[in-house]
């Protein structure tokens, strides 16, 4: 069955980076790409971005322009976020997500089970 | 960016009832519209993509509709394993989500 499976939580001082790293399995990796969606403590989703398996193509949401990169290792089915320069407001649930698409976002389908990053001095 | 305008925030209904959440586009969408479930503490999951495409798996009494701004999310007999809370999410440009909407059991 198709699956994503997510490395585990982190806890992060401000000011550091964090990499999240999402593996996939039951489907043929380089087909689909990925998406990035957080969500804070009681709040809703925010999407962070995407990137294409297939070409490396990524979009990133405008407001963490500069301070997230996305990228696959398409050897180990394998797809990173990193998010630099941590604040406060960073801590959130990260999940993954299969985008149905190579080329272009549309949905998201299926989801990780989500990385608890906590950013705390 | 898109803004998506998810009403309202929070229901309480009776198990069979008819429940119906909308979802208001910023601009014209045409029909790029999903609809997602979230349990507490769990991972959202599809229910319905392109406004009103069942995905497979997923119960019949949940259904979409609309097109351009205004859409709409339905469960037609509400039941226990529904509680959860319910994201609009458009892709017509860099995707956005709606606020949610918590249903919960009267």
């Known amino acids: 069955q198709v699956q994503l499976v997510q490395s585990g939580a982190e806890v992060k001082k401000p000011g550091a980076s964090v990499k999240v790293s999402c593996k996939a399995s039951g489907y043929t990796f380089t087909s689909y790409g990925i998406s990035w969606v957080r969500q804070a403590p009681g709040q809703g989703l925010e999407w962070m971005g995407w990137i294409s398996a297939y070409n490396g193509n990524t979009n990133y949401a405008q407001k963490l322009q500069g301070r997230v990169t996305m990228t696959t290792d398409t050897s180990t089915s394998t797809a990173y976020m990193e998010l630099r320069s941590l604040r406060s407001d960073d801590t959130a649930v990260y999940y993954c997500?299969?985008?149905?698409?190579?080329?272009?976002?549309?949905?998201?389908?299926?989801w990780g089970q989500g990385t608890l990053v906590t950013v705390s001095s | 960016d898109i803004q998506m305008t998810q009403s309202p925030s929070s229901l309480s209904a009776s198990v069979g009832d008819r429940v119906t959440i909308t979802c208001q586009a910023s601009q014209d969408i045409s029909n790029y519209l999903n609809w997602y479930q979230q349990k507490p503490g769990k991972a959202p999951k599809l229910l319905i993509y392109?406004?009103?495409n069942l995905e497979t798996g997923v119960p019949s009494r949940f259904s979409g509709s609309g097109s351009g701004t205004d859409f709409t999310f339905t469960i037609s007999s509400l039941q226990p394993e529904d509680i959860a809370t319910y994201y609009c999410q458009q892709y017509d440009n860099l995707p956005t989500f709606g606020g949610g909407t918590k249903v919960e059991i009267k």
């Open positions: 392109d406004a009103s």
């Open positions: 997500a299969r985008v149905n698409s190579r080329v272009a976002v549309n949905w998201f389908d299926p």
